[in-house]
């Protein structure tokens, strides 16, 4: 399946899609190359993440192997279709569930944005760089839970989604899914790379995790989608805003009082509560705490 058509229409009524086999094997092969040494020096996860799963945060900022998936032109044509244009990168990462990991918990990755569960904001892809089987940690998801209000599914609910490596998921930003276990002898490698909608604030800030000057020389389309040439344009904020709210002028407020610096104290004149400032509460702010201990001992 490569039409963005189709691929739309089945994450609409089922949550999910799987292209086959979408990079090729030299493909996966120089991506795998590149992110193992990262990988080797990445440190285990912990609770959520895992703690015999190895993630590499960002990895757009340190390597190009993945820029071909990330900018496959009928993965963007889909996010373009179901969550609009002007998409920006989510989070982007490379997951390796080892040996021994226990299936992940069930979640939705929209739900990091504390919004209504009626339409989705988020797109994410899952690019299988090693086959995903049942046995070695394929994701696993609950179709059509996209459609469902809030509230965690059975873990009996759930399908692995099995692929040769090179493959993608795409799903929906409320599809309930998770990583399973691994309980084979070798670990199972996917990259993450989840498009959002330009007024969200990407869980990741991939403006700074690379240097400008290096972004500035990528792809203008990957320039677009790490953040620095991305824009809201007047296209799309028509189409993301809830409401025309009207633009408000201030209401003008009492005159503003310029504030006056207190005058070093003399012993003569008053400070601006009106008391004398020899005997003025403020006299350490006015005289500095030396000088009122010394007035006070000359009295
Ligand atoms: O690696 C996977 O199969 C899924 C990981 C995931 O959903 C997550 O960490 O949010």
């Known amino acids: 399946m490569t039409d963005a058509g ?3 229409r089945q994450l609409q009524r089922d949550g999910y899609a799987v292209i086959p086999e979408l990079l090729s094997q030299q493909a996966v092969a120089a991506a795998r190359g590149e992110l193992d040494p990262l990988l080797d020096v990445a440190e285990w996860g912990s609770g959520f993440d895992g703690t015999r799963t190895k993630r590499v945060w960002a990895p757009l900022a340190v390597t190009r192997c993945l820029d071909e998936p990330a900018l496959a032109p009928v ?7 179901v969550i609009g244009p002007g998409a920006q990168f989510g989070i982007t990462c490379a997951i390796q569930v080892h040996p021994g990991q226990q299936a992940q918990v069930l979640h939705y990755e929209q739900g990091i ?26 994701t696993r998801i609950v179709p059509g839970s996209h459609l469902r209000p809030a509230g965690k599914p059975d873990a009996a609910e759930t399908v692995p989604v099995e ?11 409320r599809l309930y899914h998770g990583a399973g276990a691994n309980t084979t002898g070798r670990p199972r490698l996917g990259v993450v790379i989840d498009y959002v909608q330009p007024w969200l604030r990407p869980c990741e800030a991939h403006t700074l995790s690379a240097s400008q000057p290096e ?23 028509q189409r993301y805003s809830a ?14 009082r310029p504030i006056r610096a207190p005058k070093p104290c003399n012993g003569r004149d008053t400070c601006a509560s009106g008391v004398m400032m020899d005997r003025c509460v403020h006299r350490d702010v006015h005289n500095g705490p030396s000088s009122s201990s010394a007035a006070a001992d000359a009295r």
């Open 6 to 8: 189709d691929i739309t």
């Open 75 to 81: 993965v963007l044509d889909t996010v373009e279709q």
């Open 113 to 138: 944005y504390p919004l209504p569960r009626d339409r989705d904001v988020m797109i994410n892809t899952l690019w299988a760089l090693d086959d995903f089987t049942a046995d070695n940690g394929a």
């Open 163 to 173: 692929m040769p490596a090179g493959s993608v998921l795409l799903f929906c930003g």
């Open 215 to 237: 972004v500035r020389q990528l792809p203008q389309r990957l320039q677009e989608l790490l953040g620095p040439l991305g824009e809201i344009t007047a296209r799309s904020a």
């Open 243 to 256: 409401e025309q709210r009207p633009v408000r002028t201030a209401a003008p407020g009492p005159p503003v």
